[in-house]
Protein backbone atom coordinates (compact mmCIF):
# COMPACT_ATOMS: atom_id res chain seq x y z
CA UNK A 1 0.00 0.00 0.00
CA UNK A 2 1.15 3.36 -0.70
CA UNK A 3 2.01 5.81 1.78
CA UNK A 4 -0.56 8.61 2.35
CA UNK A 5 2.24 11.55 1.67
CA UNK A 6 3.50 9.50 -1.19
CA UNK A 7 -0.23 9.51 -2.73
CA UNK A 8 -0.23 13.10 -2.62
CA UNK A 9 3.27 13.41 -4.25
CA UNK A 10 2.61 11.62 -6.61
CA UNK A 11 -1.00 13.49 -7.52
CA UNK A 12 1.24 16.73 -7.39
CA UNK A 13 3.71 15.44 -10.19
CA UNK A 14 0.32 13.90 -11.84
CA UNK A 15 -1.52 17.70 -11.99
CA UNK A 16 1.23 18.76 -13.00
CA UNK A 17 1.76 16.51 -16.05
CA UNK A 18 -2.37 17.35 -17.27
CA UNK A 19 -1.64 21.47 -16.53
CA UNK A 20 1.37 20.82 -18.89
CA UNK A 21 -0.77 19.17 -21.52
CA UNK A 22 -3.77 21.71 -21.42
CA UNK A 23 -1.20 24.39 -21.06
CA UNK A 24 -0.28 23.60 -24.55
CA UNK A 25 -3.03 23.82 -26.10
CA UNK A 26 -4.12 27.17 -24.96
CA UNK A 27 -0.08 29.10 -24.37
CA UNK A 28 0.20 28.88 -28.43
CA UNK A 29 -2.62 30.95 -29.09
CA UNK A 30 -0.68 33.77 -27.53
CA UNK A 31 2.20 33.37 -29.77
CA UNK A 32 0.65 32.96 -33.07
CA UNK A 33 1.27 36.18 -34.42
CA UNK A 34 4.91 36.22 -33.93
CA UNK A 35 5.26 32.46 -35.19
CA UNK A 36 3.42 34.02 -38.19
CA UNK A 37 5.66 36.69 -38.86
CA UNK A 38 9.38 35.00 -38.08
CA UNK A 39 8.02 31.83 -39.72
CA UNK A 40 7.10 30.98 -43.71
CA UNK A 41 3.72 30.14 -43.82
CA UNK A 42 1.27 29.41 -46.73
CA UNK A 43 -2.05 31.60 -46.66
CA UNK A 44 -3.72 30.29 -43.62
CA UNK A 45 -1.16 27.92 -42.85
CA UNK A 46 -0.55 29.35 -39.21
CA UNK A 47 -3.73 27.53 -38.02
CA UNK A 48 -2.22 24.23 -38.37
CA UNK A 49 0.00 25.14 -35.49
CA UNK A 50 -2.90 25.36 -32.51
CA UNK A 51 -5.15 22.55 -34.74
CA UNK A 52 -2.28 19.88 -35.31
CA UNK A 53 -1.98 19.40 -32.15
CA UNK A 54 -5.62 19.28 -31.16
CA UNK A 55 -6.05 16.65 -34.35
CA UNK A 56 -3.58 14.39 -33.12
CA UNK A 57 -4.45 14.60 -29.41
CA UNK A 58 -8.33 14.33 -30.18
CA UNK A 59 -7.87 12.06 -33.22
CA UNK A 60 -5.63 9.64 -30.94
CA UNK A 61 -7.16 9.67 -27.72
CA UNK A 62 -8.76 7.09 -27.41
CA UNK A 63 -6.48 4.84 -29.15
CA UNK A 64 -3.92 6.03 -26.16
CA UNK A 65 -5.66 4.95 -23.53
CA UNK A 66 -6.05 1.34 -25.26
CA UNK A 67 -2.00 1.58 -25.07
CA UNK A 68 -1.96 3.18 -21.60
CA UNK A 69 -4.10 0.12 -20.24
CA UNK A 70 -2.56 -2.69 -22.51
CA UNK A 71 0.89 -1.87 -21.84
CA UNK A 72 1.36 -0.35 -18.31
CA UNK A 73 0.44 3.16 -17.55
CA UNK A 74 3.43 4.17 -15.84
CA UNK A 75 5.84 2.77 -18.52
CA UNK A 76 2.95 4.76 -21.15
CA UNK A 77 3.02 7.89 -18.96
CA UNK A 78 6.99 8.10 -19.17
CA UNK A 79 7.37 7.37 -22.68
CA UNK A 80 4.82 10.06 -23.83
CA UNK A 81 6.59 12.59 -21.47
CA UNK A 82 9.81 11.90 -23.30
CA UNK A 83 8.52 11.89 -26.43
CA UNK A 84 6.47 14.94 -25.45
CA UNK A 85 9.82 16.80 -24.56
CA UNK A 86 11.66 15.55 -27.94
CA UNK A 87 8.52 17.10 -29.77
CA UNK A 88 9.01 20.54 -27.77
CA UNK A 89 12.37 20.97 -28.37
CA UNK A 90 11.32 20.72 -32.09
CA UNK A 91 8.93 22.99 -31.69
CA UNK A 92 11.27 25.21 -30.24
CA UNK A 93 14.05 24.84 -32.64
CA UNK A 94 11.61 24.51 -35.90
CA UNK A 95 13.24 26.16 -38.89
CA UNK A 96 10.16 26.94 -40.91
CA UNK A 97 6.55 26.72 -40.52
CA UNK A 98 6.08 23.23 -41.94
CA UNK A 99 8.81 22.08 -39.33
CA UNK A 100 7.04 23.56 -36.39
CA UNK A 101 3.48 21.96 -37.93
CA UNK A 102 4.66 18.54 -38.03
CA UNK A 103 6.43 18.64 -34.35
CA UNK A 104 3.15 20.05 -32.89
CA UNK A 105 1.27 17.24 -34.41
CA UNK A 106 4.35 14.46 -33.00
CA UNK A 107 2.94 16.56 -29.53
CA UNK A 108 -0.64 16.28 -29.82
CA UNK A 109 0.26 12.35 -30.42
CA UNK A 110 2.04 12.32 -27.16
CA UNK A 111 -0.53 14.08 -25.65
CA UNK A 112 -2.78 11.81 -26.53
CA UNK A 113 -1.07 9.18 -24.01
CA UNK A 114 -0.11 10.91 -21.46
CA UNK A 115 -3.64 12.54 -20.58
CA UNK A 116 -5.22 8.98 -20.25
CA UNK A 117 -2.23 7.59 -18.56
CA UNK A 118 -1.89 10.28 -15.79
CA UNK A 119 -5.71 10.34 -14.96
CA UNK A 120 -6.06 6.40 -15.48
CA UNK A 121 -3.16 6.34 -12.59
CA UNK A 122 -4.49 9.10 -10.17
CA UNK A 123 -7.47 6.88 -10.18
CA UNK A 124 -5.71 3.50 -9.14
CA UNK A 125 -3.22 5.74 -6.70
CA UNK A 126 -6.75 6.66 -4.99
CA UNK A 127 -9.20 4.18 -3.12
CA UNK A 128 -12.94 4.63 -4.25
CA UNK A 129 -14.22 7.44 -1.88
CA UNK A 130 -14.11 10.42 -0.52
CA UNK A 131 -10.04 10.76 -1.36
CA UNK A 132 -10.75 9.88 -4.54
CA UNK A 133 -13.13 12.35 -5.01
CA UNK A 134 -10.69 15.33 -3.78
CA UNK A 135 -8.15 14.00 -6.14
CA UNK A 136 -10.35 14.22 -9.03
CA UNK A 137 -11.03 17.57 -8.10
CA UNK A 138 -7.45 18.85 -7.45
CA UNK A 139 -7.00 17.56 -10.88
CA UNK A 140 -9.86 19.26 -12.49
CA UNK A 141 -8.98 22.39 -11.00
CA UNK A 142 -5.88 22.05 -12.56
CA UNK A 143 -7.15 21.77 -15.85
CA UNK A 144 -9.12 24.51 -15.52
CA UNK A 145 -6.17 26.97 -14.53
CA UNK A 146 -3.73 25.59 -17.43
CA UNK A 147 -6.65 26.71 -19.49
CA UNK A 148 -6.26 30.15 -17.88
CA UNK A 149 -2.82 30.33 -17.27
CA UNK A 150 -2.04 29.68 -21.53
CA UNK A 151 -3.47 33.61 -21.88
CA UNK A 152 -1.28 35.19 -18.87
CA UNK A 153 1.69 33.03 -19.43
CA UNK A 154 2.17 33.06 -22.95
CA UNK A 155 2.29 36.92 -23.51
CA UNK A 156 5.41 37.72 -21.01
CA UNK A 157 6.78 34.43 -22.31
CA UNK A 158 6.10 34.91 -25.97
CA UNK A 159 7.43 39.30 -25.15
CA UNK A 160 10.51 38.63 -23.32
CA UNK A 161 12.26 35.32 -24.15
CA UNK A 162 10.82 35.04 -27.57
CA UNK A 163 7.73 32.12 -29.15
CA UNK A 164 10.42 29.18 -28.69
CA UNK A 165 10.26 29.21 -24.80
CA UNK A 166 6.34 28.75 -25.44
CA UNK A 167 7.73 25.13 -25.63
CA UNK A 168 11.13 24.90 -24.33
CA UNK A 169 9.40 25.19 -20.78
CA UNK A 170 8.06 22.11 -21.39
CA UNK A 171 11.47 19.98 -21.43
CA UNK A 172 12.66 20.40 -17.29
CA UNK A 173 8.92 19.27 -16.68
CA UNK A 174 8.56 16.52 -18.91
CA UNK A 175 12.50 15.11 -17.59
CA UNK A 176 11.30 15.68 -14.31
CA UNK A 177 8.26 13.94 -13.69
CA UNK A 178 9.97 11.05 -16.45
CA UNK A 179 12.88 10.16 -13.26
CA UNK A 180 10.19 10.72 -10.70
CA UNK A 181 7.86 9.04 -11.52
CA UNK A 182 9.51 5.26 -11.50
CA UNK A 183 9.80 5.89 -7.54
CA UNK A 184 6.34 7.54 -6.68
CA UNK A 185 4.01 6.56 -9.33
CA UNK A 186 1.91 3.02 -9.26
CA UNK A 187 1.98 0.93 -12.20
CA UNK A 188 -1.00 -0.54 -13.10
CA UNK A 189 -2.55 -2.41 -16.25
CA UNK A 190 -6.30 -2.39 -17.56
CA UNK A 191 -8.58 -5.93 -17.49
CA UNK A 192 -7.75 -8.24 -20.10
CA UNK A 193 -5.41 -8.20 -22.79
CA UNK A 194 -7.43 -6.95 -26.10
CA UNK A 195 -5.68 -5.91 -29.26
CA UNK A 196 -4.85 -2.57 -30.26
CA UNK A 197 -7.80 -0.79 -33.01
CA UNK A 198 -4.67 0.99 -35.07
CA UNK A 199 -6.81 0.61 -38.04
CA UNK A 200 -9.43 3.16 -36.15
CA UNK A 201 -7.10 5.60 -34.84
CA UNK A 202 -5.54 5.95 -38.26
CA UNK A 203 -8.69 6.57 -40.58
CA UNK A 204 -10.17 8.44 -38.42
CA UNK A 205 -7.20 10.48 -37.73
CA UNK A 206 -6.87 10.80 -41.71
CA UNK A 207 -10.43 11.88 -41.93
CA UNK A 208 -9.93 14.82 -40.03
CA UNK A 209 -6.66 16.01 -41.51
CA UNK A 210 -8.72 15.79 -44.61
CA UNK A 211 -11.98 17.53 -43.46
CA UNK A 212 -9.57 20.36 -41.78
CA UNK A 213 -7.40 20.84 -45.11
CA UNK A 214 -10.00 21.48 -47.35
CA UNK A 215 -11.56 24.08 -44.84
CA UNK A 216 -7.91 25.82 -44.37
CA UNK A 217 -7.58 25.67 -48.53
CA UNK A 218 -10.92 26.24 -49.45
CA UNK A 219 -10.20 30.59 -49.95
CA UNK A 220 -7.46 30.06 -52.20
CA UNK A 221 -8.73 26.56 -54.12
CA UNK A 222 -10.82 26.02 -56.82
CA UNK A 223 -14.51 24.36 -55.39
CA UNK A 224 -13.71 21.18 -57.40
CA UNK A 225 -10.78 20.81 -55.09
CA UNK A 226 -12.78 21.23 -52.12
CA UNK A 227 -15.34 19.26 -52.94
CA UNK A 228 -12.96 16.30 -53.63
CA UNK A 229 -11.05 16.64 -50.62
CA UNK A 230 -14.46 16.83 -48.76
CA UNK A 231 -15.80 13.48 -50.23
CA UNK A 232 -12.20 11.86 -48.99
CA UNK A 233 -12.62 12.74 -45.40
CA UNK A 234 -16.47 11.57 -45.29
CA UNK A 235 -15.04 8.34 -47.04
CA UNK A 236 -12.92 8.11 -44.44
CA UNK A 237 -15.28 8.51 -42.04
CA UNK A 238 -17.44 5.55 -43.97
CA UNK A 239 -14.04 3.65 -43.96
CA UNK A 240 -13.88 3.80 -39.96
CA UNK A 241 -17.18 2.89 -39.56
CA UNK A 242 -16.69 -0.12 -41.33
CA UNK A 243 -13.42 -0.88 -39.02
CA UNK A 244 -15.06 -0.24 -35.27
CA UNK A 245 -18.12 -3.00 -36.78
CA UNK A 246 -15.82 -5.19 -37.79
CA UNK A 247 -13.01 -4.93 -35.13
CA UNK A 248 -12.59 -7.36 -31.99
CA UNK A 249 -11.56 -4.31 -30.13
CA UNK A 250 -12.81 -0.87 -31.37
CA UNK A 251 -12.47 2.56 -30.17
CA UNK A 252 -15.46 3.27 -29.87
CA UNK A 253 -17.93 0.30 -29.53
CA UNK A 254 -20.53 1.73 -31.54
CA UNK A 255 -23.76 0.19 -29.62
CA UNK A 256 -22.66 3.76 -27.78
CA UNK A 257 -24.31 6.11 -29.84
CA UNK A 258 -27.87 4.28 -29.49
CA UNK A 259 -27.58 5.89 -26.39
CA UNK A 260 -29.55 9.48 -27.76
CA UNK A 261 -28.12 11.38 -24.38
CA UNK A 262 -24.61 10.83 -25.84
CA UNK A 263 -24.89 11.77 -29.19
CA UNK A 264 -26.76 14.68 -28.15
CA UNK A 265 -23.95 15.56 -24.95
CA UNK A 266 -20.88 14.78 -27.76
CA UNK A 267 -22.92 17.46 -29.98
CA UNK A 268 -22.60 20.15 -27.31
CA UNK A 269 -19.14 19.19 -26.64
CA UNK A 270 -17.75 19.53 -30.58
CA UNK A 271 -20.01 23.03 -30.70
CA UNK A 272 -18.20 24.26 -27.95
CA UNK A 273 -14.79 23.34 -28.80
CA UNK A 274 -15.69 24.63 -32.49
CA UNK A 275 -17.07 28.37 -31.10
CA UNK A 276 -14.51 28.51 -27.80
CA UNK A 277 -11.11 27.71 -30.09
CA UNK A 278 -11.94 29.24 -33.79
CA UNK A 279 -13.06 32.38 -31.09
CA UNK A 280 -10.14 32.56 -29.40
CA UNK A 281 -8.09 32.53 -32.44
CA UNK A 282 -9.68 35.36 -34.19
CA UNK A 283 -9.48 37.07 -31.20
CA UNK A 284 -5.57 37.05 -30.97
CA UNK A 285 -5.26 37.71 -34.71
CA UNK A 286 -7.47 41.04 -34.27
CA UNK A 287 -5.78 42.49 -30.95
CA UNK A 288 -2.06 41.76 -32.58
CA UNK A 289 -2.40 42.34 -35.93
CA UNK A 290 -5.38 44.75 -36.44
CA UNK A 291 -5.39 46.78 -33.21
CA UNK A 292 -1.34 45.91 -32.74
CA UNK A 293 -1.17 45.34 -28.65
CA UNK A 294 1.44 43.16 -27.23
CA UNK A 295 0.99 39.57 -26.49
CA UNK A 296 1.61 40.25 -23.04
CA UNK A 297 -1.49 43.22 -23.34
CA UNK A 298 -3.59 40.51 -24.93
CA UNK A 299 -2.72 37.57 -22.42
CA UNK A 300 -4.63 40.07 -20.11
CA UNK A 301 -6.79 41.04 -21.95
CA UNK A 302 -8.64 37.74 -22.84
CA UNK A 303 -8.17 36.59 -19.24
CA UNK A 304 -11.47 37.42 -18.49
CA UNK A 305 -13.01 35.08 -21.02
CA UNK A 306 -11.03 32.01 -18.65
CA UNK A 307 -12.30 33.79 -15.16
CA UNK A 308 -15.97 33.95 -16.10
CA UNK A 309 -15.51 30.41 -17.49
CA UNK A 310 -14.45 29.00 -13.82
CA UNK A 311 -17.59 31.02 -12.59
CA UNK A 312 -19.82 29.98 -14.81
CA UNK A 313 -18.80 26.16 -14.04
CA UNK A 314 -19.67 26.47 -10.95
CA UNK A 315 -23.12 28.06 -11.43
CA UNK A 316 -23.69 25.51 -14.09
CA UNK A 317 -23.00 22.72 -12.00
CA UNK A 318 -25.54 23.63 -9.31
CA UNK A 319 -28.22 24.22 -11.60
CA UNK A 320 -27.93 21.28 -13.63
CA UNK A 321 -29.03 19.26 -10.54
CA UNK A 322 -32.05 21.68 -10.75
CA UNK A 323 -33.34 21.68 -13.70
CA UNK A 324 -31.40 19.87 -15.72
CA UNK A 325 -28.21 19.44 -18.96
CA UNK A 326 -30.90 20.91 -21.45
CA UNK A 327 -31.90 24.27 -20.12
CA UNK A 328 -28.24 24.92 -18.76
CA UNK A 329 -26.76 23.95 -22.39
CA UNK A 330 -29.38 25.79 -23.95
CA UNK A 331 -28.35 29.11 -21.79
CA UNK A 332 -24.64 28.95 -21.81
CA UNK A 333 -24.93 28.50 -25.80
CA UNK A 334 -27.62 31.52 -26.16
CA UNK A 335 -25.16 33.73 -23.54
CA UNK A 336 -21.99 32.78 -25.61
CA UNK A 337 -24.57 33.94 -28.74
CA UNK A 338 -24.89 36.75 -26.95
CA UNK A 339 -21.28 37.40 -26.21
CA UNK A 340 -19.33 37.05 -29.94
CA UNK A 341 -22.66 39.50 -31.34
CA UNK A 342 -20.70 41.61 -29.04
CA UNK A 343 -17.80 41.05 -30.80
CA UNK A 344 -18.67 41.14 -34.06
CA UNK A 345 -19.17 45.42 -33.48
CA UNK A 346 -15.10 45.60 -32.82
CA UNK A 347 -13.31 47.89 -35.13
CA UNK A 348 -10.01 48.92 -35.52
CA UNK A 349 -10.15 51.63 -33.13
CA UNK A 350 -12.43 50.14 -30.20
CA UNK A 351 -11.40 50.89 -26.78
CA UNK A 352 -10.96 47.76 -24.77
CA UNK A 353 -13.52 48.20 -22.71
CA UNK A 354 -15.96 50.05 -24.61
CA UNK A 355 -16.97 46.23 -26.52
CA UNK A 356 -14.67 43.39 -25.97
CA UNK A 357 -14.34 42.97 -22.26
CA UNK A 358 -17.76 42.58 -22.10
CA UNK A 359 -17.90 40.49 -24.85
CA UNK A 360 -15.33 37.83 -23.60
CA UNK A 361 -17.24 38.27 -20.36
CA UNK A 362 -20.59 37.02 -21.46
CA UNK A 363 -19.26 34.50 -24.01
CA UNK A 364 -16.64 32.89 -20.86
CA UNK A 365 -20.18 32.82 -18.63
CA UNK A 366 -21.77 30.23 -21.14
CA UNK A 367 -19.02 28.47 -21.64
CA UNK A 368 -18.38 27.56 -18.25
CA UNK A 369 -21.85 26.88 -17.87
CA UNK A 370 -22.33 25.02 -21.06
CA UNK A 371 -19.76 22.62 -21.18
CA UNK A 372 -20.33 21.33 -17.71
CA UNK A 373 -23.94 20.24 -18.75
CA UNK A 374 -23.18 19.10 -22.30
CA UNK A 375 -20.31 16.66 -20.23
CA UNK A 376 -22.62 15.35 -17.68
CA UNK A 377 -25.69 14.47 -20.54
CA UNK A 378 -23.62 13.13 -22.47
CA UNK A 379 -22.06 10.19 -19.32
CA UNK A 380 -25.80 10.50 -17.77
CA UNK A 381 -27.03 7.45 -19.29
CA UNK A 382 -24.26 5.51 -20.02
CA UNK A 383 -23.58 1.99 -18.49
CA UNK A 384 -20.60 1.77 -15.95
CA UNK A 385 -18.79 -0.74 -18.36
CA UNK A 386 -19.05 1.93 -21.45
CA UNK A 387 -18.00 5.18 -18.85
CA UNK A 388 -14.62 5.32 -19.62
CA UNK A 389 -15.00 5.24 -23.58
CA UNK A 390 -17.73 7.62 -23.47
CA UNK A 391 -15.43 10.01 -21.56
CA UNK A 392 -12.19 9.70 -23.54
CA UNK A 393 -15.22 10.15 -26.34
CA UNK A 394 -16.16 13.52 -24.63
CA UNK A 395 -12.88 14.90 -23.95
CA UNK A 396 -11.55 14.29 -28.11
CA UNK A 397 -15.21 15.81 -28.95
CA UNK A 398 -13.91 18.86 -27.56
CA UNK A 399 -10.52 18.78 -29.24
CA UNK A 400 -11.39 17.65 -32.56
CA UNK A 401 -14.35 20.42 -32.24
CA UNK A 402 -11.36 22.97 -31.89
CA UNK A 403 -9.12 21.74 -34.85
CA UNK A 404 -11.98 22.48 -36.86
CA UNK A 405 -13.30 25.35 -35.19
CA UNK A 406 -9.82 27.20 -35.82
CA UNK A 407 -9.81 25.93 -39.33
CA UNK A 408 -13.30 27.37 -40.35
CA UNK A 409 -12.67 30.69 -38.43
CA UNK A 410 -9.49 31.10 -40.04
CA UNK A 411 -10.51 30.10 -43.46
CA UNK A 412 -14.25 32.73 -43.06
CA UNK A 413 -11.47 35.65 -41.82
CA UNK A 414 -9.22 35.01 -44.77
CA UNK A 415 -12.24 34.90 -47.60
CA UNK A 416 -13.70 38.01 -46.34
CA UNK A 417 -10.39 40.28 -46.06
CA UNK A 418 -9.38 42.15 -49.29
CA UNK A 419 -6.68 44.33 -47.46
CA UNK A 420 -3.95 44.47 -44.95
CA UNK A 421 -5.20 47.53 -43.56
CA UNK A 422 -6.10 47.53 -39.92
CA UNK A 423 -9.72 48.35 -41.33
CA UNK A 424 -9.68 45.35 -43.47
CA UNK A 425 -8.22 42.43 -41.39
CA UNK A 426 -10.72 43.74 -38.50
CA UNK A 427 -14.03 43.28 -41.32
CA UNK A 428 -12.79 39.49 -41.86
CA UNK A 429 -12.55 39.37 -38.34
CA UNK A 430 -16.16 41.03 -37.55
CA UNK A 431 -17.07 38.30 -39.96
CA UNK A 432 -15.61 35.28 -38.57
CA UNK A 433 -16.68 36.56 -34.95
CA UNK A 434 -20.38 36.22 -36.68
CA UNK A 435 -19.53 32.73 -38.07
CA UNK A 436 -19.26 31.82 -33.94
CA UNK A 437 -23.14 31.60 -34.45
CA UNK A 438 -22.86 28.71 -36.51
CA UNK A 439 -20.28 26.19 -34.28
CA UNK A 440 -23.36 27.37 -31.43
CA UNK A 441 -25.91 26.13 -34.00
CA UNK A 442 -24.22 22.48 -33.51
CA UNK A 443 -24.59 22.48 -29.85
CA UNK A 444 -28.08 24.16 -30.16
CA UNK A 445 -28.38 20.95 -32.43
CA UNK A 446 -27.67 18.19 -29.50
CA UNK A 447 -29.91 20.34 -27.24
CA UNK A 448 -32.40 19.48 -29.91
CA UNK A 449 -31.89 16.15 -29.65
CA UNK A 450 -32.12 16.54 -25.77
CA UNK A 451 -35.80 16.88 -25.92
CA UNK A 452 -36.52 13.58 -27.27
CA UNK A 453 -33.66 11.58 -24.75
CA UNK A 454 -35.53 9.25 -21.98
CA UNK A 455 -34.46 8.36 -18.60
CA UNK A 456 -31.76 12.03 -18.35
CA UNK A 457 -29.78 11.79 -15.86
CA UNK A 458 -30.20 8.15 -14.65
CA UNK A 459 -27.85 8.14 -12.18
CA UNK A 460 -25.44 10.69 -11.03
CA UNK A 461 -21.55 10.50 -12.54
CA UNK A 462 -18.19 12.39 -12.43
CA UNK A 463 -18.20 15.20 -14.47
CA UNK A 464 -15.16 15.15 -16.78
CA UNK A 465 -13.10 17.85 -17.70
CA UNK A 466 -12.70 18.66 -21.38
CA UNK A 467 -9.01 17.89 -22.30
CA UNK A 468 -8.20 21.43 -23.86
CA UNK A 469 -9.36 24.15 -21.48
CA UNK A 470 -11.33 27.25 -22.11
Known amino acids: MVSDSKRWFALALLCLTGFMIILDASIVLVAVPSIE?????????????????????????????????????????????????????????????????????????AAAVLAPSALSIVMTTFPTGAERNKALGIWGATSGVGGTAGSLVGGPVTDGLGWQWIFFINVPICLLVAVLAPKVLMDSRGPGRRGFDVAGAATVTAALIALVYAVVQAP??????????????????????????RSAAPLVPLRIFRTRSVVAGNLITIGWGLAVFGLNYTYTQYAQLAVG????????????LAATAVCGSMVGQNLVTRIGPRKVAVGGLLLAGAGTTVMTQLTATSGYFELAFWGLLVFGAGLGAGTVAGSIASLSDVESADSGVASGLQNASFQIGGAIGVAALAAVATASTSGTTPAALTHGYRVAFAAVWLCIAVGLAGCGLLLSARGEMKRPLEIAVPQGGH
Open 220 to 245: ESTWLRTVLLLVVSMALFGLFVVVER
Open 37 to 109: RELTFSTGGVQWVPSGYALMFGGLLLLGGRISDLLGRRRVLIAGLLLFGAASLLCGFAWSGDALVVARGVQGA
Open 293 to 304: VSAVRYGLMSAV
